[in-house]
């Protein structure tokens, strides 16, 4: 199947610094590809959605200033956590869709904690 | 509003046990049914998926699901579970955008 490659897989922060979270398609092209961020009692929680070539998709609730999107090329889409709180400790995940509908290709995950 | 629901924060089974992870969902015409697999501090991986035919779908590592139009639901299932089986288990369904509603998750437990 399809690989997509999330760095880093841990960061640890100091609070009101930025972190970059980057997500690779390694042997496709993704033009579309999700952002969740996964809280500590599991849930899925759908941040945004960043499409190549123009402005991500956030859900509603999610602030697009504190979480930047940016899909650069069609191997690459990141997430930067801008001014970092210890309540954005989470674990965010990217995925890339796949042929089918609703078939998805996760990332590892990155383990964000924020001090 | 379209859900859906995994009744099951957590389901403890003992090794070589049948076991079986619920859920059921509430979605307009006729979806498609995922199940993916998180391992500690990992992705997701999906495990398997119904889009039409046969209800008893057979997916990786020996898991299978069984779709119930009339019921709703979407039941993971294996006949003996392994204790490398433990994991965290999602149930996704596709809405009319083919976007994933995703359930809670069920942490699923094995023990040797």
């Known amino acids: 199947g399809a690989v997509v490659s999330q760095h880093p897989s841990r960061v640890i922060c100091k609070s009101g610094t930025s972190v970059k979270i980057e997500c690779r398609s390694l042997?496709?092209?993704?033009?579309?590809m999700f952002w969740y961020r996964q809280f500590p009692k599991q849930s899925l929680m759908l941040m945004a959605t960043?499409?190549?070539?123009?402005?991500?998709?956030?859900e509603q609730g999610v602030e697009k200033d504190k979480f930047l999107i940016n899909h650069a090329s069609l191997t690459l889409s990141t997430l930067t956590v801008t001014s970092a709180h210890p309540e954005d400790s989470s674990f965010y995940i990217c995925?890339?869709?796949?042929?089918?509908?609703?078939?998805?290709?996760f990332g590892e995950g990155s383990r964000l904690t924020v001090l | 509003a379209q859900s859906v629901a995994q009744p099951e924060d957590q389901v403890n089974v003992a090794e070589g046990n049948p076991l079986t992870v619920k859920c059921t969902y509430s979605v307009s015409g006729n979806p498609y049914l995922f199940w993916y697999v998180q391992y500690p501090n990992r992705g997701l991986q999906f495990l398997l998926k119904y889009i039409t035919g046969d209800n008893l779908v057979k997916g990786s590592y020996g898991f299978e699901a069984e779709f119930n139009k009339s019921q709703t639901s979407f039941h993971l299932k294996k006949p003996s579970a392994l204790v490398s089986d433990s994991a965290l288990y999602f149930c996704?369904?596709?809405?009319?955008?083919?976007?994933?509603?995703w359930g809670a998750g069920t942490k699923l437990i094995i023990k040797p």
């Open positions: 996704a369904v596709t809405a009319r955008n083919y976007q994933l509603i």
């Open positions: 960043s499409n190549e070539g123009s402005k991500a998709t956030y």
């Open positions: 995925s890339a869709p796949g042929q089918s509908p609703g078939e998805l290709f």
């Open positions: 042997d496709f092209q993704a033009t579309t």
